[in-house]
């Protein structure tokens, strides 16, 4: 990848491309658009953008109104304020309801690596994926970022989008497509499925070209809508490789392989193994750092494929 931007530039430039087109669009922040970017809606539409200083639910509760009115607000602000400081609201007001509100979930997993534990976001697809009605995106880099900003202002219904504060690279050669409910197969393979999403697919594709030196020839399937999940997709090559890793900068418990585990043993029984974080609160560290020691690298994928396959080859 030569190219990169930070996701949260990405963000913004995609509210304000499509602010034109879209003109009941309004974008809502809590006193941290210059971080999540939202600042760059403000600058081209200052009428259609609302600061709500420090005040995660007021603003959620505002959004919801604003749907109700014939609005598509853009609620933005931390990952973990939006899942877990104004969970109620989220859960009562929009997801109850079915209202047409999109939560942008910024600074998520370890990305927010300098401020700990208190800040890092790892849950928050767990929490909002609970959530009946409630949509789920996880853009990986810039062409699935301005995909999933468009698909997500166009479908009618409650969105959650994660972004990460981290830079985003360029992975699907400048295709922007993004249809919600549908994986991306990047790689064809047989041994194994690689099952990612996020800005961990680098260190996922890193892998599968590592792997295919060895002589497993393994699959990469992208997954930037954890809900609805690409079943489909998910089935066709659990049957075909026999064994799936799961790859995910968030907890195991209900994420992607939270998700990928409850449709499988219901659906296609096969072997799984996930890698993510393990029943843990982040701390602060480099970035880099906490992704090492997490086990969210391309050295820890691959050792979870050797066990996988391992596994697989004393069963059969």
């Given at each position: 990848?030569?190219?990169?931007?930070p996701?949260?530039?990405?963000?913004?430039?995609?509210?304000?491309?499509?602010?034109?087109?879209?003109?009941?669009?309004?974008?809502?922040?809590?006193?941290?658009?210059?971080?999540?970017?939202?600042?760059?809606?403000?600058?081209?539409?200052?009428?259609?953008?609302?600061?709500?200083?420090?005040?995660?639910?007021?603003?959620?509760?505002?959004?919801?109104?604003m749907?109700?009115?014939?609005?598509?607000?853009?609620?933005?602000?931390?990952?973990?304020?939006?899942?877990?400081?104004?969970?109620d609201?989220?859960q009562?007001?929009?997801?109850?309801?079915?209202?047409n509100?999109?939560?942008?979930?910024?600074?998520?997993?370890?990305?927010?690596?300098?401020?700990?534990?208190?800040?890092?976001?790892?849950?928050?697809?767990?929490?909002?994926r609970?959530?009946?009605?409630?949509?789920?995106?996880?853009?990986?880099?810039?062409?699935?970022t301005?995909?999933?900003?468009?698909?997500?202002l166009?479908?009618?219904?409650?969105?959650?989008?994660?972004l990460?504060?981290?830079?985003?690279?360029?992975?699907h050669?400048?295709?922007?497509?993004?249809?919600?409910?549908?994986?991306?197969?990047?790689?064809?393979?047989?041994?194994?499925?690689?099952?990612v999403?996020?800005t961990?697919?680098p260190?996922?594709?890193?892998?599968?070209?590592?792997?295919?030196k060895l002589?497993?020839?393994?699959?990469?399937?992208?997954?930037?809508?954890?809900?609805?999940?690409d079943g489909?997709?998910?089935v066709?090559?659990?049957?075909?490789?026999?064994?799936?890793v799961?790859?995910?900068?968030?907890?195991?418990?209900?994420?992607?392989?939270g998700?990928?585990?409850?449709?499988?043993?219901?659906?296609?029984?096969?072997?799984?193994?996930?890698?993510?974080?393990?029943?843990?609160?982040?701390?602060?560290?480099?970035?880099?750092?906490?992704?090492?020691k997490?086990?969210?690298?391309?050295?820890?994928?691959?050792?979870?494929v050797?066990?996988?396959?391992?596994?697989?080859?004393?069963?059969n």
């Open positions: 990848m030569t190219v990169s931007k996701m949260r530039v990405v963000f913004g430039e995609a509210l304000c491309r499509l602010g034109e087109e879209i003109p009941q669009l309004a974008v809502l922040d809590c006193d941290v658009s210059s971080s999540t970017q939202t600042r760059l809606f403000a600058q081209k539409y200052p009428e259609r953008f609302f600061n709500f200083g420090i005040a995660e639910a007021n603003m959620v509760g505002a959004a919801a109104g749907a109700a009115s014939g609005l598509i607000p853009v609620a933005s602000t931390f990952a973990f304020l939006l899942a877990l400081r104004a969970g609201p989220v009562s007001l929009i997801a109850y309801n079915k209202l509100v999109k939560l942008a979930g910024g600074y998520a997993g370890l990305s927010d690596f300098a401020d700990g534990a208190s800040h890092q976001s790892v849950m928050d697809i767990s929490i909002m609970a959530m009946p009605n409630m949509t789920v995106l996880v853009p990986s880099d810039i062409e699935t301005y995909g999933a900003v468009a698909a997500m166009k479908h009618n219904g409650p969105v959650y989008l994660r990460s504060r981290d830079l985003a690279g360029s992975c050669g400048g295709d922007e497509s993004f249809e919600i409910g549908c994986a991306k197969v990047l790689k064809d393979g047989n041994d194994v499925t690689l099952a999403s996020g961990l697919l260190y996922v594709l890193s892998a599968a070209e590592q792997l295919e002589g497993i020839s393994a699959a990469v399937v992208e997954f930037p809508t954890i809900k609805p999940l489909e997709t998910l066709r090559y659990a049957k075909k490789t026999g064994a799936v799961s790859v995910e900068e968030h907890t195991v418990l209900g994420g992607l392989g998700a990928i585990a409850e449709y499988l043993s219901e659906n296609c029984p096969a072997r799984l193994r996930r890698v993510g974080l393990a029943d843990t609160f982040g701390e602060s560290g480099t970035y880099q750092g906490l992704l090492n997490y086990g969210l690298m391309t050295p820890h994928i691959i050792h979870a050797n066990q996988v396959l391992e596994y697989q080859n004393l069963t």
